[in-house]
């Protein structure tokens, strides 16, 4: 089955110092940036405040996927939005109200997206199609970079592609994707690719990208 491939580079394993040349680095490539915002209380580990990445948002020279890792997500959600984000994914095991948050970040104009961890079922989280425009499956427990991609999440992946059905759901994978999994990911029905380390620790960040993306559309065209 022909699909649109995209891939969206994450910062995290990123030099955050430098991150403008960084950024640079993968532009050319990406289909977006993949930021990933982390308090250090939803997962155990801390990456930007909301002024840091709003300003990253407002830099990024390509649209910004932002991920926020965070507690109490609902209130500070839209505000990504607002600050430019392209797309805003929120964790369904943060938000208290999921409906009302994912129609708050449509108002602010972007895209929204509903995560879930590797133990969140997929099933109850079926009725919120028609508010959804990307679904992400954790193939790692979030929190850090440079983890092992989890091979018993691409059932999940099967899973929400048949919920998906002809909907233009996009549906997205993050952790652990390198040449060695991207195409059992892309086979299980994801179209959309988080690269951390396996982007970053390569000697032409670019040049990574186009491969992986090869690598998903051989096994989808
Ligand atoms: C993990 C983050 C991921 C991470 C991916 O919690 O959400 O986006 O940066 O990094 P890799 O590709 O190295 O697993
Ligand atoms: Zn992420």
Partial sequence: MSREIRITPSILNADLANLEQEIALIADASDFLHLDVMDNIFVPNFTFDFERASQIIKNSPIGVDAHLMVADVDDIAPAYAQAGATSVTVH???TK?????LKAIH??????GLALKP?????????FLDDVDMFLI????????????MLEMLDKVRQ???I?????????VD??????????AAEAGADTFVAGSSVFNSSDPNEMIRSLRNCALSVTD
Avoid at 107 to 112: F, N
Avoid at 119 to 127: E, G, K, L, N, P
Avoid at 175 to 181: A, D, F, Q, Y
Wanted: glycine share 14%; aromatic share 8%.
């Fill in 160 to 162: 929400t592609r048949l």
């Fill in 119 to 127: 133990r969140t079922q997929i099933a109850s989280y079926a009725r």
């Fill in 97 to 101: 109200n999921i409906v009302s948050t």
């Fill in 138 to 149: 954790m193939t790692v427990e979030p929190g850090f970079g440079g983890q092992k991609f």
């Fill in 164 to 172: 998906i059905g002809a909907r233009p759901i996009w549906l997205q």
């Fill in 175 to 184: 952790g652990g994707i390198s040449l060695e999994t991207i195409a059992q």
């Fill in 107 to 112: 108002g602010e104009g972007a895209r929204t």
């Fill in 92 to 94: 369904a095991e943060a």
